[in-house]
């Protein structure tokens, strides 16, 4: 019998510490599972308490930092301004400097000297000459910027009321202190390299051939030249030109083929890259004609045929050494309709002649100014704002009349 009970013992001893252990582990795990939801909690609220004074701090300093610009304009035309104005857009464009808030509200802030930059624009300019729309006050932390990516002609000033008005220009000639790009230059290591007054290229002679996949790649081109446009009345007189062109072309049986309210083929916007794409598999040439006739007024339009394999002739009033290196294009003005359409069909006929207008591509390349954050022209605009030694060095653009107006082009005072 004792011997029985020493036997039940260990037994329930067994179960009862087995139960015991069990419970004392439900328990702790619990305590545990309970404990660190509560530590979590706490570390939460640390951590957004951290956050929320961090954000205050951070978006005190960027107040502190921030650089207003004001873009001053008919106030007619406020609701047709469709460039992005707000911090949020500089952020997007990843520029190095996105601290610009750029905006057509005057009364954005109260202070009106805490606007860094006040922007004037080319387009504008006969609006404010004649209602005498402009600041109260002018102060000396400001800049005064005129500012135009458009061409000069149609946005003339007259009299002397400009000059000395303006701290800096931001323009498409390449002697504004802000030169607004439609593209870029870089070199075969990406550097930027131009567009710029004077251009150091590699001479034809001594740039690389290319190679035998694009010269057979050029071999699938049957016509002679693509020209894409909808303005059919220009300053340039382009179209009258065209029109002189192809009579000559004529006589060669070879006909231009124009894309666009001007023409008899149509190239929707939805479909440019496609229309492009035939240009680069089709078309020998490319018209890159401007409708004004301005000193370095260069159009994006240019890159149609220089990123799609086709020669752009060119028809302007800009030094296209200033562009393209010699070689690379064909100057309508400097040949005339006749000699032109002569020359565009020798070239057309020789494809060893033709292959080494495309020699330059083993050395540069043409983008978008928009393409990389350091071109963007907004992100240039915002660095040099930025820039301490450029912002607080004094400047004043004293002949600026005769510096922007062409000759002979002036709007009544």
Excluded at 161 to 189: A, E, H, M, P
Excluded at 223 to 239: D, G, M, Y
Excluded at 252 to 281: A, F, S, W
Excluded at 339 to 346: C, D, P, W
Aim: some cysteine; aromatic content about 16%; glycine content about 2%.
């Amino acid at each position: 019998m004792l011997h029985w009970k020493r036997m039940i013992f260990p037994v329930k001893f067994k179960k009862i510490t087995y139960v015991f252990f069990i419970s004392i582990s439900i328990i702790v795990i619990y305590f545990r599972l309970h404990f660190k939801n509560v530590v979590d909690n706490v570390i939460t609220d640390i951590e957004v308490n951290k956050n929320k004074s961090n954000e205050v701090k951070s978006q005190k300093c960027l107040r502190d930092v921030i650089k207003y610009i004001l873009l001053w304009i008919n106030p007619k035309n406020r609701q047709e301004e469709n460039v992005d104005r707000s911090l949020y857009s500089f952020s997007r464009r990843n520029c190095a400097w996105n601290n610009c808030y750029l905006t057509v509200e005057r009364q954005l802030i109260s202070d009106f000297s805490q606007y860094s930059v006040i922007l004037f624009k080319g387009a504008d300019i006969e609006y404010i000459q004649n209602s005498l729309d402009l600041p109260k006050n002018r102060y000396p932390n400001q800049k005064y910027v005129f500012v135009s990516e458009d061409l000069a002609a149609p946005y003339t000033t007259c009299g002397r009321q400009w000059d000395g008005f303006f701290n800096w220009t931001w323009t498409y000639k390449l002697d504004s202190d802000l030169i607004w790009n439609s593209f870029v230059i870089r070199d075969v290591n990406g550097t930027i390299i131009g567009p710029k007054q004077n251009m150091n290229w590699i001479k034809l002679r001594d740039m690389k051939p290319i190679d035998s996949k694009f010269i057979m790649n050029l071999r699938s081109k049957t016509k002679i030249a693509a020209w894409f446009t909808s303005n059919c009345r220009t300053q340039s007189l382009r179209e009258m030109f065209v029109n002189e062109l192809q009579k000559y072309l004529d006589e060669y049986n070879l006909q231009i083929d124009i894309y666009g309210k001007c023409g008899n083929h149509r190239c929707p916007k939805v479909l440019m890259k496609r229309c492009l794409k035939m240009v680069e598999r089709e078309y020998y040439f490319y018209l890159a004609f401007e409708n004004t006739l301005s000193e370095d007024y260069v159009t994006n339009i240019i890159l149609h045929a220089l990123n799609h394999n086709a020669v752009p002739v060119v028809l302007g009033g800009a030094n296209y050494t200033r562009f393209m290196p010699d070689g690379a294009y064909l100057n309508a003005l400097e040949y005339g309709p006749e000699k032109l359409a002569r020359r565009m069909f020798e070239i057309m006929q020789n494809l060893s002649l033709y292959q080494k207008f495309f020699r330059w591509k083993q050395h540069y390349s043409y983008h978008a100014h928009d393409e990389a954050p350091e071109t963007d022209n907004y992100c240039r605009l915002c660095a040099l704002v930025n820039n301490r030694k450029e912002f607080n060095t004094f400047s004043l653009k004293k002949n600026f009349t005769n510096w922007w107006t062409p000759k002979g082009k002036c709007l009544k005072d």
